[in-house]
C-alpha cells in the first residue's frame, strides 16, 4: 500500500517554555539531532533509557517504524537526559489518523503540568510509521510505505524547466547531482529520457513539498504511476542542485543562496585541524563573482609539527590534506573531493552530501589560491609559489616566503606578509609587494 502523506514542510512558530532544569545547567533548546519514542504504546513503555531512537533522515526531521497498541499513549523526548524536554500533542487525548498531519508543541520542563504533557494514540494496535518534523513542529503517521528501487539513471521534467527533460547524471559511483535553474512550477522524476509506458516516476514522501525553503530533506523516494499532480513545488526562481545518494538511497534540494564564509581544516593549514583560532582560514566571496568563495595563503605539508617524547618531531594528523567545513563545527555539511587523495592543484569536483571523509592533498608547500564554486562545486586550486622544504622549513615563526610570482591578473598588486598570507591593506611591518613585473620588499611604518 503507498498511502500519501501529507505535507509536513510548512514552517510555524515554536512555542518554547524554558525553565530551570532541575538536574544541572542543561540547555533549554530543542535538538535537531536526536528524538525518541515513549509511552505505553511502545514496546518499551515509559523507559526513557531503552525507548527507541527515531532515525534521522534531516536535520531536525525523523522516521520509526514500529508497532503501537491501539488505545495506549505515546510521546516524544527530546533527550535521554532526564524527563525534561518533551514533544507532545498540542491538545490532550490527540487520537490521531492515517494520513493526517498533527501539530507539536515542545516544552523543556523538569516538571511539565499535566495540562501541557499531552499523549498521542492510535485507535487500533498495527504496524506504522511516523515522520516527525522539528523544523515545521508537525508529525503525519501512516502504513509502513516501501520505497522505490533505485534506477540507474534519473531525469528530470516539470514546468519549472518548460517541461524539457534534464538528465541527472551520476558522480563517481557516490550519488546523481546536478546544478538545474528551476521557474515557478512542478518538477517531477522518472528513470527515463522520455515518457512512456516503461517509465518509473518518483515522488516525495509529503504532498506538495516545496523544495524552496529550508535546508532540503534527506527523504526516500516513492514510487507512483505518473497520472497525478504529485511532484515538488518551487516558489522561488534560481538556482537549485539535487542530490540523490546512491548508498543511502535518498534526495535533497537545495537552493543556491550566498555564503559569507566556509573555513579550511587539515594537517597543511598553519593550526591543522583548528578552524576556530585566528589563523589565515576563512574563505570569503569574490567581489566578481558571489556564488566562489575564495582562500589565499600558505599551505606546508606537516605544518603545526609537536614535539614528541625525547624531542621527537610529530606531525599533524593527515599532514597533506585538507577539507572545507561550512561552519566552525564539525557536524555541519563539509566539502570534500571524490576522489581521495586528489590533488588540491588543478579543477577538481567537490561534494557536500554523501560518500566518506576524503581531502584534498597539495603537492608541496607554497603560496596557494583556492575557488570553490558552490553553484558547480568544483574546487580551483592555483599554486601561486612553491618552496623547497629548506626554503620554507616548518614553524609558525619562520618567514616562509621570499618572493612570489603573480597569477596572470594585469594591472594588479598584491601584498603578502612574511608568511604568505595575502594582506589587503597593509600597516606596519615586512611586506612582500607583487606586480606584473616586479617582486620587492617593503618595509612599512
Keep these: 500500500m503507498h498511502p500519501i502523506m501529507k505535507n509536513i514542510a510548512v514552517t510555524v512558530c515554536l512555542s518554547v517554555i524554558a525553565l530551570s532544569a532541575l538536574g544541572g545547567d542543561m540547555s533549554n533548546s530543542i535538538e535537531l539531532t536526536q528524538l525518541y519514542i515513549v509511552g505505553d504504546a511502545t514496546h518499551t513503555a515509559w523507559d526513557l533509557g531503552k525507548a527507541d531512537e527515531m532515525h534521522r533522515i534531516d536535520k531536525g526531521v525523523f522516521e520509526w517504524t514500529g508497532e503501537l497498541a491501539g488505545g495506549k499513549d505515546f510521546k516524544f523526548m527530546n533527550s535521554r537526559d532526564g524527563w525534561h524536554k518533551h514533544i507532545v500533542a498540542t491538545s490532550a487525548d490527540c487520537e490521531i489518523q492515517e494520513d493526517g498531519v498533527y501539530h507539536l508543541a515542545f516544552y523543556a520542563d523538569w516538571g511539565l503540568d499535566g495540562k501541557y504533557d499531552c499523549k498521542f494514540h492510535v485507535a487500533r494496535t498495527g504496524r506504522y510509521t511516523i515522520i516527525a518534523d522539528l523544523n ?64 518509473r516516476y518518483f515522488r516525495p514522501g509529503f504532498e506538495d513539498l516545496d523544495v524552496t525553503f ?55 593549514c598553519e593550526r591543522a585541524w583548528n578552524y576556530w583560532d585566528k589563523s589565515n582560514c576563512e574563505f570569503r566571496p569574490s567581489p566578481d563573482n558571489p556564488e566562489v568563495m575564495v582562500w589565499e595563503g600558505e599551505l606546508r605539508i606537516g605544518w603545526e609539527k609537536k614535539s614528541g617524547p625525547e624531542g621527537t618531531t610529530i606531525d599533524p594528523d593527515e599532514p597533506d590534506k585538507f577539507k572545507i567545513l561550512t561552519a566552525q563545527d564539525w557536524f555541519r555539511d563539509t566539502y570534500h573531493p571524490y576522489i581521495a587523495d586528489v590533488s588540491a592543484v588543478g579543477t577538481s569536483d567537490a561534494r557536500i552530501t554523501g560518500g566518506d571523509d576524503l581531502k584534498w592533498t597539495i603537492p608541496g608547500n607554497g603560496l596557494y589560491r583556492l575557488e570553490l564554486n558552490l553553484r558547480t562545486e568544483t574546487l580551483t586550486g592555483t599554486l ?35 608568511r604568505g598570507n595575502l594582506v ?22
Design 136 to 199: 515545521s513542529m508537525r508529525m503525519t503517521l501512516t502504513e509502513p510505505v516501501a520505497t522505490a528501487p533505485w534506477p540507474e539513471k534519473f531525469y528530470l521534467t516539470g514546468t519549472s524547466v518548460d517541461n524539457r527533460v534534464i538528465e541527472i547524471p551520476g558522480r563517481y559511483g557516490t550519488e546523481h547531482k546536478s546544478s538545474v535553474y528551476l521557474k515557478p512550477g512542478k518538477i517531477k522524476l522518472m528513470d527515463t529520457p522520455s515518457e512512456s509506458s516503461e517509465t
Design 214 to 268: 529550508g535546508t532540503g530533506y534527506h527523504t526516500p523516494l516513492f514510487e507512483y504511476d505518473g497520472t497525478s499532480d504529485y511532484g515538488w513545488n518551487v516558489a522561488l526562481e534560481g538556482y537549485y542542485t539535487i542530490y540523490l545518494d546512491n548508498a543511502r538511497q535518498t534526495y535533497c534540494f537545495r537552493r543556491l543562496a550566498p555564503v559569507e564564509r566556509l573555513y579550511l581544516v587539515g594537517g597543511c
Design 384 to 418: 601561486l609559489e612553491s618552496a623547497s622544504p629548506e626554503e620554507n622549513p616548518a614553524g609558525p615563526d619562520s618567514a616562509a616566503i621570499e618572493s612570489v610570482s603573480p597569477d596572470g591578473e594585469s594591472g594588479k598588486v598584491y601584498h603578502y606578509d612574511i
Design 424 to 445: 589587503m591593506n597593509p600597516t606596519d611591518g615586512i611586506f612582500i609587494e607583487v606586480s606584473d613585473d616586479s617582486v620587492r620588499k617593503l618595509l612599512i611604518r
